[in-house]
């Protein structure tokens, strides 16, 4: 088992930063692949970031292409989601996600990753 515990979120203006931790802990000694996915009010759950492999190979939906950047520590365990350049339409629960199975086939698909985290809220006012 993996447990992921996510930090980070809070209140921010338009355009402010944020930078969302997420911390694994458990059967840590196999390789993960790990990332994000976010769900706002009223919507489906959706991709966001991920990074896997010993390069950090990184992915990003389009809507957070260039504003987001994904990184890890690996001495540490630990995913960071560093988001620049905020908007509303960011606001979301952030949900920290890994799963043991780094091929990256289809990770943009949450039934892909076993372990999540309880999320947490990021708000972007206007």
């Known amino acids: 088992q993996v447990q992921l515990v996510e930090s980070g979120g809070g209140l921010v203006q338009t355009g402010g930063s944020l930078r969302l931790s997420c911390a694994a802990s458990g059967r840590t000694g196999s390789p993960l692949a790990m990332g994000w996915f976010r769900q706002a009010p009223g919507k489906e759950r959706e991709f966001v970031a991920r990074i896997r492999g010993t390069i950090s190979i990184t992915r990003y939906s389009a809507s957070v292409q260039g504003r987001f950047t994904i990184s890890r520590d690996n001495a540490k365990n630990t995913i960071y989601l560093q988001m620049n350049s905020l908007k509303p339409e960011d606001t979301a629960v952030y949900y920290c996600?890994?799963?043991?199975?780094?091929?990256?086939?289809?990770?943009?698909?949450?039934?892909?990753?076993?372990?999540w985290g309880q999320g947490t809220q990021v708000t972007v006012s206007s």
């Open positions: 996600v890994a799963t043991t199975d780094s091929s990256g086939i289809n990770y943009r698909d949450e039934n892909r990753y076993p372990y």
